[in-house]
């Protein structure tokens, strides 16, 4: 997408939500209400959502730096696509979202491949790097395994199986059954490879 295509994206989204109660929008997503702005908990970090006008800029400390209009675009959707959906329990690969199996490839290079070359040969950091940003150890995934809740409602995990003499390394990334309620397939793929490169960026801070 071209930049005044993330633009367009963002004032139609504006535009819909400007129709509806923000307390509604806030229940449905499971963000935080206050008078004039609801604050929502995204990937590492957290969102604040001035109402009126739906603005959308990080929270502080960080409201002074700039918030992407990738990100925006996400949020914005996520707004939308809210419909408190209880979280299933159960993980589902990109390709078993309804609709995921047409940007299956394009995912596999974005996120999956990039994952498994950063953290395979390296055990230990991709559970280093979740630690360090809020996530959550899970056991019975590959050999490193960890879950992060990126909005109130979608949780994602993230796994790798390392290297060996036989085998190459190999990443995937999982989403709660429940995350096609929320987002587009489209969407989903953003939000799960924005993830990764987060937590490859922490990983080039950690000493190996």
Known sequence: MRVDDYKNAIALSVKELSSREPVDVARAAG??????????QYIF???RVRIPGWEALWAPPREA?????????LIYHYLQGAKNVGLTGEMAAY???PGGTFYFDAFRRRAEIPLAQVFGSRPGTLSKASEVSGGKPVQGYGDEAALFRVFPH?????MIYHADE????TGQVLFDRSIGSYLSPEDISWLGSGLVYRLMGVARGLKS
């Open 31 to 40: 963000a935080e209400m206050y008078l004039d702005y609801m604050d929502l």
């Open 45 to 47: 970090n957290k969102v």
């Open 65 to 73: 730096d700039e918030l992407p209009l990738t990100d925006q675009v």
């Open 95 to 97: 390709r078993e979202i």
């Open 154 to 158: 979608v949780e994602i995990l993230v």
């Open 166 to 169: 036989e085998f190459e390394a």
